[in-house]
Nanobody
Framework: VQLVESGGGLVQAGGSLRLSCVAS????????MGWYRQAPGKKRDFVAL???????NYQDSAKGRFTISSDNAKNTVYLQMNSLKPEDTAVYYC???????????????WGQGTQVTVSS
């Protein structure tokens, strides 16, 4: 299973970005997909998650500014980020959780990350 993120970049404070993540491979089902972020010198933190039923969950700092959505048929998850702040600067990682595969070993999978930089 491979996850590929896109959509990161440099934006001014108050701006918006939309991240995308596509999961590919011998996937039978994915229980949930989510976004995490890691700033320099800090641990990787949870940002948002959406399960296969459409239920979402957000980190407190993302509520009201970020919106996670998914297209289950395309194994794709999006993160719309509005009103960005310099403290949102980080590498954003996509995760596919509790993946059932048609061959090989299932489990949780991560993308390679995409850089988001918010300038003040």
């Amino acid at each position: 299973v491979q996850l590929v993120e896109s959509g990161g970049g440099l934006v001014q404070a108050g701006g918006s970005l939309r991240l995308s993540c596509v999961a590919s491979g011998s996937i039978f089902s994915i229980n949930a997909m989510g976004w995490y972020r890691q700033a320099p010198g800090k641990k990787r933190d949870f940002v948002a998650l959406v399960d296969s039923g459409g239920t979402t969950n957000y980190q407190d700092s993302a509520k009201g500014r970020f919106t996670i959505s998914s297209d289950n048929a395309k194994n794709t998850v999006y993160l719309q980020m509005n009103s960005l702040k310099p403290e949102d600067t980080a590498v954003y990682y996509c995760q596919a959780a509790s993946v059932i595969v048609t061959s090989g070993v299932g489990g949780d999978f991560w993308g390679q990350g995409t850089q988001v930089t918010v300038s003040s």
